[in-house]
């Protein structure tokens, strides 16, 4: 019988136990992750990867980790990707195309959170170098 939260872990994780994990390879600057994108929206981010793709991945892997994750699905029933809530109510999203760009993108949704860590609300688009 194996673990209902994300990785395995044996207890539901909030964003404070995972910023560390995450901040050690995707620093954080002014509660954001990335660079401004090409909104004139702060909360639109990029990162920029050699495989963006994988770099999502990893990213969604270490912020969700030790959440409740269902599947994401389009409006044809498809998965399109992974929605993730944490023990403090920050909900993360991946999405492995963006309806936007077509790039990968995950969105942090903090506003039911009781603990942000300084993290602020945001979509965080994976973009080619």
Known sequence: MGSE????TDHYHSLSENIPSITSDYPLSNGYFG???????NKVRHIASDDPSATA?????????????EKLYDSRGNVKGAITSLSDGT?????ETSS?????????????????????????HFVKE
């Open 91 to 95: 909900i993360i999203t991946w999405r």
């Open 35 to 41: 660079t401004h994108g090409n909104s004139n929206d």
């Open 100 to 124: 936007s760009d077509g790039s990968p993108a995950i969105d942090i949704n903090i506003y039911r959170s009781n603990s942000s860590s300084g993290l602020k609300t945001q979509k965080i």
């Open 57 to 69: 991945l990893d990213f969604y892997n270490k912020i969700a980790h030790g959440g409740k994750e």
């Open 5 to 8: 939260f994300k990785g395995g």
